[in-house]
């Protein structure tokens, strides 16, 4: 696939190939060689860790041998939604003008969809005017086109926790009855609602039980995030040392979205010579923009979540959250409302829990602009 180049080597949306996509050799050999064997994969990871960017990373390697087919279907709210989001990103996925893309085309026509370009990027998306009940099938048979593909087909569905929200609820069923059936079909399915995708695929009572490969996404290593950054700044001719790109590193906790950031914004506002003094204040800039969604934060929330936020701000890193001393630091009155204060800010996606190498649960601040903004202040 032909790709424009992003402005600065530190993109913040998007993937622009290999140049500008750090390591994660590991985890693309072993979606590779899943695919390869003929086994799905799930993904999953906190939120801007980089699944996205992973997947289309690994259908970029393999999409000389497969069908490459990629769909986000984080907007969709029912199957008659899912069925347009798949046959768009069927569409989408080769150009029309191949022998493949051809057959797509003329097999999507047959289901009489209504076509609409999208003003911005020209790329076509489909719809049909047909009664939800029918989705299924429908859903059906474009896997069952897929399947009868010479070429073999890598269908990712990202932000697939999704389908919990819709209305029908035999939807996993028929689906998993479905995908299990293709041979010539590999998915990866991504999505960043951790507790939804665990629930999706490792509860024994749910029909997706066991039925993929498990690959759960951590942060790029520090060494090796230092050792890409250095160089794009040099291959550009900017000078940056290792001891700065560490800094930069530490404050954004070596967390992929806000390092792709503030490196943008350091890249953009450096001339030859990247000086401490210089990226600390475009860090500070960027708290300073930030400043209106944070005090959002705080209208969105009650009183004592607000506090339990900051108090896991200031920590950076909390492990016991029903601590005496916790409890004192935060000024929340009782473990049973820091415990229910917990479950919302969880469910509100404003902190995450993940557990250090001994097993041990923590939590911490989704947003390090948050949690660096809490602690300057
Ligand atoms: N390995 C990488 N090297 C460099 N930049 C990366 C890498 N992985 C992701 N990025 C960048 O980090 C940002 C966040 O990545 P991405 O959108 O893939 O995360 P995500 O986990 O899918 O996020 P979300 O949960 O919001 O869907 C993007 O700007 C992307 O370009
Ligand atoms: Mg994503």
């Not at 993929?212 to 040099?234: A, C, G, H, R, V």
């Not at 401490?276 to 209106?292: H, M």
Request: glycine share 4%.
């Amino acid at each position: 696939m032909k790709r424009n180049r992003p402005t600065t080597p530190f993109p913040t949306t998007g993937y622009y190939g290999e140049e500008f996509f750090c390591n994660r050799e590991e985890e693309t050999s072993m979606l590779i060689n899943n695919v390869n064997g003929g086994q799905s994969t799930t993904l999953v990871a906190l939120r801007r860790i980089g699944k996205t960017g992973l997947v289309k990373h690994v259908q970029n390697k393999l999409e000389k041998e497969l069908i490459c087919i990629y769909a986000d279907i984080l907007p969709t709210e029912n199957s008659s939604d899912l069925l347009n989001a798949l046959a768009t990103a069927i569409v989408n996925a080769v150009p029309e003008r191949t022998s493949i893309g051809k057959k797509i085309w003329s097999f999507i026509k047959t289901l009489r969809p209504v076509i609409n370009y999208d003003a911005l990027s020209g790329q076509p998306n489909i719809s049909f005017n047909i009664h939800p009940n029918d989705s299924a099938y429908h859903i059906e048979s474009l896997f069952t086109f897929l399947e009868k593909q010479e070429k073999r087909v890598l269908f990712a569905i990202d932000e697939f926790q999704q389908i919990v929200n819709y209305p029908e609820k035999n939807i996993e069923a028929w689906l998993r009855k479905t995908i299990q059936q293709l041979k010539n079909v590999v998915f990866i399915f991504s999505g960043s609602q951790q507790h939804l995708m665990n629930d999706i695929f490792s509860n024994p009572s749910k029909p997706f039980y066991r039925s993929t490969l498990f690959l759960q996404l951590k942060k790029i290593p520090f060494n090796e995030y230092q050792d890409f950054i250095q160089e794009k700044f040099s291959d550009s001719r900017k000078e940056i040392s290792k001891e700065i790109v560490a800094e930069i590193l530490n404050w954004t906790d070596v967390y992929t979205y806000f390092v792709q950031l503030l490196c943008n914004r350091v890249y953009l506002s450096s001339k030859k010579k990247i000086s401490s003094v210089g990226w600390r204040q475009e860090a500070y800039k960027i708290l300073k923009e930030q400043e209106y969604i944070f005090f959002e934060y705080r209208d969105l929330l009650t009183s004592q979540q607000w506090n339990l936020l900051k108090a896991i701000a200031r920590e950076g890193k909390v492990k016991a959250p029903t601590s005496k001393e916790f409890l004192i630091e935060s000024g929340i009155g009782s473990p049973a409302t820091v415990r229910r204060s917990l479950d919302s800010l969880l469910k509100k996606e404003m902190i995450y829990k993940d557990y250090d190498h001994e097993g041990k649960t923590f939590y911490c601040v989704y947003d390090v602009l948050f949690q660096r903004w809490i602690q300057a202040n």
